[in-house]
């Protein structure tokens, strides 16, 4: 009697019953405190505009744009929204309530970390046994 493999393409390989993928890393929002002042962060390019909204949520008709200062007055934690805070505009006098995430400490938004320069041509080399003026493990007169 033969036996045929059903998979015609071959098989794949499987992982070790001990390799697990590593968790997503979820980002570490950020925490301001009340008098504070910070900065509005804009998703996207610095065109878009965020909205100021009310105590109950409802837009309040003020839109700041990106890296405009505000200042602290309050926050409330929220379980699924993430952590709103009470702000007010210092130029203008303006009052709302923000995300977090529309909120940074630096008055510019900072980029992703550049990449790692390539290797430059100079590859450090072994000393020569002149270099050094005395052998390994040899003191000094």
């Known amino acids: 009697m033969r036996i045929q493999a059903t998979n015609v393409g071959g098989t794949m390989g499987s992982f070790p019953s001990w390799f697990r993928a590593a968790p997503p890393v979820q980002r570490q929002a950020s925490v301001f405190a009340v008098g504070r002042r910070v900065y509005v962060a804009s998703a996207g390019d610095g065109l878009t505009h965020v909205a100021l909204t009310d105590d109950a949520g409802a837009d309040a ?7 405009t ?12 929204d993430g952590t709103r805070y009470r702000v007010r505009v210092t130029r203008e006098g ?3 309530w ?6 940074r400490s630096t008055p510019v938004a900072i980029s992703a970390p550049m990449e790692r320069p390539a290797a430059t041509a100079s590859v450090p080399r072994a000393m020569g046994l002149g270099d050094a003026g005395r052998r390994f493990g040899q003191r000094a007169s």
Do not use: M, Q, S
């Not at 008709?61 to 890296?67: A, I």
């Not at 200062?69 to 309050?74: G, P, T």
């Not at 923000?98 to 909120?103: K, M, Q, T, Y």
């Open 61 to 67: 008709r003020t839109r700041l744009t990106d890296g």
């Open 94 to 96: 303006f009052e709302g």
């Open 98 to 103: 923000l995300a977090g995430d529309n909120l």
């Open 69 to 80: 200062e505000v200042e602290i007055l309050a926050w409330r934690p929220r379980k699924f």
